[in-house]
């Protein structure tokens, strides 16, 4: 059983910058899809950022162009670098591995087995 553990979650004002890593135990995180995912209060979680097994990267629109994704196999270490940061970016923030799929099927939530226990990212205005 795989765990994962995110760090790097702060308060910060808008415009700033955060990196959230998340590391990987009892897995290999470079072995399937990984993703970072958010849940704002009164809000559904939803999917931002995610990295195949082979590197490639998908990004949900209200991220594109401020948030990377990327990885360190060495580290076994999924990174989120959030720059540009909103209010509206406010939420804890969880990663996600889906073992079973090289392939990032980014609409299947549920594809996703293990889950850290996430990190706040507070954004103020």
């Known amino acids: 059983q795989g765990q994962l553990v995110e760090s790097g979650g702060d308060s910060v004002q808008a415009g700033g910058s955060l990196r959230l890593s998340c590391v990987g135990s009892g897995y290999t995180i470079s072995s399937g899809c990984m993703g970072w995912f958010r849940q704002a209060p009164g809000k559904e979680r939803e999917g931002i950022a995610f990295i195949d097994s082979i590197g490639t990267t998908t990004y949900a629109d209200s991220v594109k162009g401020r948030f990377t994704i990327s990885r360190d196999n060495a580290k076994n270490t999924l990174y989120l670098q959030m720059s540009s940061l909103k209010p509206e970016d406010t939420a804890m923030h969880y990663c996600?591995?889906?073992?079973?799929?090289?392939?990032?099927?980014?609409?299947?939530?549920?594809?996703?087995?293990?889950w850290g226990q996430g990190t706040q990212v507070t954004v103020s205005s």
């Open positions: 996600a591995a889906d073992p079973r799929r090289g392939y990032c099927y980014t609409n299947m939530e549920r594809y996703f087995a293990y």
